[in-house]
């Protein structure tokens, strides 16, 4: 009896430890599952971080384009842009070279006889009676009036170049095509409108309304020198509309292509703060995952970004979890039917133990009640019962033996 309380004591002491070393190993597969998804997840934030990285270089790589573009059809940044500065100059000492011509004239007349009075673009001269004078006052008038029209028409252009800035500004400041087109229409008729209007003032000036006092001797040389002059100064006003046109053409075609540049620039700095915020969306889903959820409960389909390049670089990582996930499945179905199969071995046991535990209470009686023959039967019996309880627990031992070479081997 002792020799069977102690094999039952051996044997329940056995199986305690195979339940130990199971729960051992269970624990160990989970943190080596919990170690491979951190790993996992630590991976595609570094890949996601390298995304960032590239497209705030793309954007810096882009705006250092635009930079130079608008630099060099605008010039410096705080400069006055190229083409404008360019016209201006030329203008500005147009005016200042008439502007000493005419006050050399002007002293040159009046140290002579006679003097010019200047009235919105009209010349009219007094001059004396002799011919010397006279000739050489109509050849001054037809000159100022020849600067007074050069410099209307510097003004007129001038004029033109501001109107048209302010519409592409207008147009540039409202940011919409359609606009920019419509305006750059207009300001093509407009300065088609005032190229003819200087030609027709170039025309009507050529020919001014002065009135001079002179003898008939003198008329051819003052034809002759007048229509020479005016010839000169009809070309330098052509010479300065067209110059004026090209600058404004520039200006409207450089302020459509920087508005482009800057919806387009607009439009992926919109594209990329989604992205951004979809990706800080996805990092906060995932770790509500890892902090929330145990290990085996994880679905990584959360995780996966809607990008279809993220999505590639992505396949062979869920294809390993996957498969890792199965080979977990795998296992855990293994362990469940062994256990299962430990319970129903274990059932008989358990039934040999309570019959051995009644037949312990039933002995003393029996042993009054029997007589020796039937003492002789009951140890036999008695007997029997340990060589199977022996052999089941040699089948045991040989299966948990088993068990752990398959899960050495996985």
Known sequence: MQQQQQQQQHHHHHHMQQQQQQQQQQQEMQQMDE???????????????????????????????????????WGPPGGPPIAAAYTEEEIY??????????????????????????????????????????????????????????AAAAGAAAAAAATAAAAAAAAYEEEEEEEIYSYRDLLLQQQQQQQLQLQQLAATHSTPPYNTYSSSNSSSSSSSSSSSSREAAGERICVLVNKEIEATCIRTIAA??????????????????????????QQQICKDIIVREPVYVQQPYRCIQPQQQQQQQQLPQLQQQQQL????????QQQKQQLQLQQKQQQPYRCIQQQQQQQQQQLPQQQQQLLPQQQQQVLQQQKQQLQQQQQQQRQQQQLQQQQQQEQLLL
């Open 35 to 73: 170690e491979e998804d951190e790993q996992q997840q630590q991976q595609q934030i570094h890949e996601l971080r390298l995304l960032q990285q590239q497209q705030q270089q793309q954007q810096q790589q882009q705006q250092q384009y635009i930079a130079s573009l608008s630099a060099d059809i």
């Open 93 to 150: 000492r147009e005016k200042e070279k008439k502007e000493k011509e005419k006050k050399e004239k002007e002293k040159k007349e009046k140290e002579r006889e006679g003097e010019i009075y200047y009235d919105d673009g009209e010349v009219w001269g007094v001059v004396s009676s002799s011919s010397s004078s006279s000739s050489s006052s109509s050849s001054n008038a037809v000159e100022a009036a020849e600067a007074a029209a050069a």
């Open 325 to 332: 996930q199965q080979k977990q499945q795998q296992v855990l």
């Open 256 to 281: 459509t292509e920087t508005y482009k540049c800057m919806q387009q620039q607009q439009q992926q700095q919109q594209q990329q703060q989604q992205q951004q915020q979809q990706q800080q969306q």
